[in-house]
């Protein structure tokens, strides 16, 4: 077996998620490698998922029986356990939406809607880069079809990484909000924030961060961020789908218009007119994803247990390791950086002629699953040439023996095409 510094106890670890004890195609045991997409979830989230809707189950803020106040509590807590991992300065900060996604639509459509100074308007500009998941880039698109503000974009260099060289001409005294993906999910590159950052406050612009594969694999300070607003989802950090979470801060969010209306989001309603309740609530109409907001917790309870610095250290040699083995496969081309110094823990790549699709499949009969096509970010594909790409992904439950099941796969992939 192979022996890298800095890994966990895998063997301990696996033993939390059951479903990686799975055998798939009748005798196939399960290499679970996408995790970029979704992770697996460990039985203590199960468990806090199962207990909350057999003995807790009810609406919450609303009811004064048992229940909800016990379902208000659970609720409650689950921000407040949301609120210390990230280190935000305030529990009512934290806003819970279904994903990463509805995250960030809240911030484009309250920007869209919002009085000066932070409104968006035909005479601003909006600050993206090519690197971008599509749900950072249509949002925004979306908005600047709707306002006639300008889009404009941070290309990429050959080996992936964000070029910088124009970013006094891309971000302006027009730029109304920057928003940015901390680590790319088909590079797996990690951008530089603090220079973004330092030329968004330079000339007034909001900055708006995705953190979606960011918050599973590492420690993520907002404060230390200096953004204005970080989303990042649930389900790919040990917790259940359907949950999302957007941090802003304080003096914004009181001054933003909310993106929904319904009920729990206001303070008095007439026929004429509304008043709006405080952050967060102001942003969460109806009823909220209650059980998925406990199973955060427990996700949340289950990666401070192990330690989000070790989780970043095991990571790292993984894909220290997954890169040097990848470059032994002839016709491998990684997509994005070479080394695994300033990368995430996903790695995508192409294997000559074969598409990617093709490479998946053969994969998937060996029991490894990867993900393929272009990841939600087609324009990286357009930009380096290619249809699409295979993406291998880790995490804190992955092993170097994974690694090399993917690497014999691949070589079992080129025999098979000839």
């Not at 195609?25 to 970029?36: C, I």
């Not at 998937?364 to 699409?388: K, S, T, W």
Request: hydrophobic share 40%; with cysteine; aromatic share 6%.
């Amino acid at each position: 077996m192979t022996q890298l510094p800095g890994l966990l106890d895998t063997e301990a670890i696996r033993k939390d998620f059951p479903v990686l004890d799975r055998l798939v195609h009748d005798d196939r045991k399960l290499v679970y490698l996408d995790n970029a997409a979704t992770s697996q979830k460990p039985r203590q989230v199960l468990d806090a998922l199962s207990e909350y809707y057999e003995r807790y189950n009810a609406n919450v803020h609303r009811g004064v029986h048992v229940l909800a106040e016990e379902a208000t509590a659970l609720y409650e807590g689950a921000r407040d356990k949301v609120a210390e991992f990230i280190n935000a300065p305030s529990r009512d900060e934290v806003i819970f939406t279904k994903n990463a996604s509805e995250s960030l639509n809240l911030v484009a459509n309250m920007l869209g809607w919002a009085d000066e100074p932070y409104r968006v308007d035909h005479e601003t500009e909006i600050v993206i880069t090519e690197m971008e998941h599509h749900s950072n880039i249509v949002p925004w698109q979306l908005l600047a079809q709707r306002t006639g503000a300008k889009l404009k974009w941070f290309g990429l260099t050959d080996d992936g990484r964000l070029d910088l060289s124009n970013i006094d001409e891309i971000i302006t005294e027009k730029t109304k909000i920057v928003s940015f993906v901390l680590v790319s999910n088909i590079l797996g590159t990690v951008n530089p924030v603090e220079a973004i950052v330092r030329r968004a406050q330079e000339v007034g612009a909001l900055v708006c961060i995705d953190a979606s594969q960011a918050a599973p694999h590492m420690p993520l300070d907002v404060q230390a961020l200096q953004a204005d607003f970080v989303a990042f989802t649930g389900h790919k950090m040990c917790g259940p789908t359907g949950i999302g979470v957007l941090w802003g801060r304080q003096e914004l969010l009181e001054d933003l218009p909310p993106f929904l209306g319904g009920g729990e989001m206001i303070e008095t309603v007439s026929m004429h007119s509304s008043t709006y309740a405080p952050a967060p609530h102001k942003f969460e109409a109806g009823t909220p994803p209650i059980a998925q907001a406990v199973g955060l917790g427990a996700a949340i309870d289950y990666l401070n247990a192990i330690g989000m610095d070790k989780i970043l250290a095991h990571e790292h040699a993984l894909t220290d390791y997954a890169v040097r083995r990848l470059a032994e496969v002839p016709d491998l081309r990684i997509i994005g950086p070479t080394t695994a110094e300033d990368r995430g823990a996903a790695i995508s790549f192409t294997l000559g002629d074969i598409h990617p699709h093709d490479v998946g499949q053969v994969l998937d009969e060996q029991g490894i699953a990867v993900r393929v096509g272009h990841h939600c970010a087609r324009p990286v594909c357009l930009r380096y040439g290619i249809p699409a790409t295979t993406r291998a992904s880790f995490y804190l439950y992955s092993t170097p023996a994974e690694i090399d099941a993917l690497v014999e796969g691949l070589e079992h992939v080129r025999n098979f095409f000839g």
